[in-house]
DNA sequence: CGGACAAGCTGA
DNA sequence: CAGCTTGTCCGG
């Protein structure tokens, strides 16, 4: 490590007896506290705040890192040497940004440390010979692509700002022009897109480091920074703007405590860092919509980047062809890349008996039982199993009411006349070969290119029981999207939509390219329900949940509201961030498991 | 979290 | 009462 550790400004160590003392927040889960240790003066140029040590805690050696330098001990206790320098870490701007986290997503600090450090340890940085000035920007521009840089531009002149461009635009013309002012952050929803992205960005002049594995080089500052939602966290000393690409896309937010958002650590760490936050979707949450202005093109231009949207009303359609119906056969038989999506896995989800006609049920709990595959019922919620039998008349058929993934794939395949692959999130990422695919919404994934993307049975998306169903619905929309290209594009596609609800705003939004015609109803009836941005809400759960809710009532905080149990879950509902996550600091946790989710998605 | 140590349970 | 499980405490 280069020797730049401590900063001139550190008090002078006015006798040789006095060694330096570190607080170090150990990589412990379940442990939320920091520790003083000594630095052994070997180690002394090699440790600052953020660097990443082994320590020795009762007894036993973890990871840890260090988070405040030159502190003042507390009396009385006998401090224990770092036993190792491991590497690199956070910047001590990140350091700071992830107490700040801790607080906001209430969860330890030692996990959002472990998002701001490398996988592998980094014992060392390049050091950077690059020129700071990036290249000029390349001639490269299209129609839209030139209306998308000056949009861009525009909205960098503010703290936070949403650019809105359509589905089909590639995020290259949104990310470019701002590399060409400085480093820029870029936080994209997959890898993938990260990866693509930084090929793009070198080949067109720009130096760019692309995680997890270009981390170093992006330590070593100087450098854009392109990776998924960890790009949040990934240093970037000399950042110029922080961009975060499909800023709609749940893939930003971590499934595990604490759920921090890579958008909200984004505008927080731009705001402390003074630089602008650009936020880029085709359908910007009503949360970025409330942050700051939010920059739209020309209308024509992005309808024309949304794709064109045939809408089936299954209620005038044939109901015995069920979720087959005429469009789609049409497609499939005229020899066109098709992908159909269904997000029901299995052969049935309902099934009744051709006998009696009864609802094929659980015979120890009651509940209706599902297919997962051929000659197995299951239930779903007790996880009992048993051959295709009815309970009542002992018949080994049933009819399949909710037809799945697997059963629509082999109706399918006699469709074709060809084979047709089944993909799910369990199913074997390479194989998308065949012309039609069936699947779940994974299907959109791993499919690249496709004339038709079917979605037959979009109801189950529209009025699935979470409050965000119809904002997802569109999410799945704008996949589909940029699977078959936007209406203004060469060779675009048809995304074909079934349903018995065509009116539904989340498909008048796809339908014109036009998501506000979605906002604006949503933000209406979230306010009425309660819901975010409305209001904010954190999901407790946990063999400890009922104490440590019982706990927040008892202090029956302003503003905070209880809501549960339901499902052996509580919520916390109060009308900003400050009074949910003061609430949450206030309330000490009784022992035991304890999930607490700020911002719960599933709710 | 996980080790240490104490208190509680069981069986010869 | 050894030998084991279960609970509580605490870390620099």
Known sequence: MTPTGRSPQSPPLDTAARQRVVRVVPDVRGLARAFDYLVPPALDADVRVGTVVRIVLHGRRVRGWVVADDVEPPP??????????????????????TEWAAWRWAGPRS???????????????????????PSPPTAATTTTGLAVADVVRAAAAHPVSTVRVPPAVDPLAVVEPLCHTGPVVVVAPTHEVAAGLGVRLRRGGVPVAVLPRGWPDARAGGVSVVGARLAA?????????????????????????PTWHARDVAVERARRAGVPCVLVSPMPSLEAGQMGPVHVLARRVERSGWPIVDVVDQRSEDPTKGLLGER???AVRDGRRVVCVVNRTGRARLVACVGCGRVGECERCGAAVVQPGEGVLECRRCGTTRP???????????????????????????LAGEPVVEITASTDAAQASSRVVVGTEAALHRVERADVVAFLDFDQELLAPRYRAATEALTLLVRAGRVVGGRGSPGAGRVLVQTRLPQHEAISAAVLGDPTRLDDVERERRAMLGFPPAKVLAEISGPSAETYTERLAEAALDGVELLGPADGRWLLRAPTHTVLCDALAAVPRPPGRLRVAVDPLRV
């Not at 009385?76 to 001590?92: F, H, I």
């Not at 295709?388 to 006699?414: M, P």
């Open 233 to 257: 966290w990934a240093p970037c000393p000399e950042a110029a703007a922080i961009v975060v690409l499909d800023e709609h896309d749940e893939a930003h937010q971590e499934e595990r405590t």
């Open 76 to 97: 009385g206790v006998t401090l224990r040497p770092l036993a190792k320098v491991t590497g690199w870490g956070p910047t001590p701007e990140e350091v700071a940004l």
């Open 328 to 330: 789609l056969v049409a």
């Open 111 to 133: 996990s959002l440390l472990a998002a701001a450090t490398p996988e592998r340890a980094v014992p060392s940085v390049p050091v950077t010979t690059r020129p700071r000035s």
């Open 388 to 414: 295709v039998v009815c309970l009542h008349c002992h018949r080994t058929r049933f009819k399949l009411l909710r037809r799945g993934v697997s059963r629509l794939r082999e109706e399918l395949e006699v």
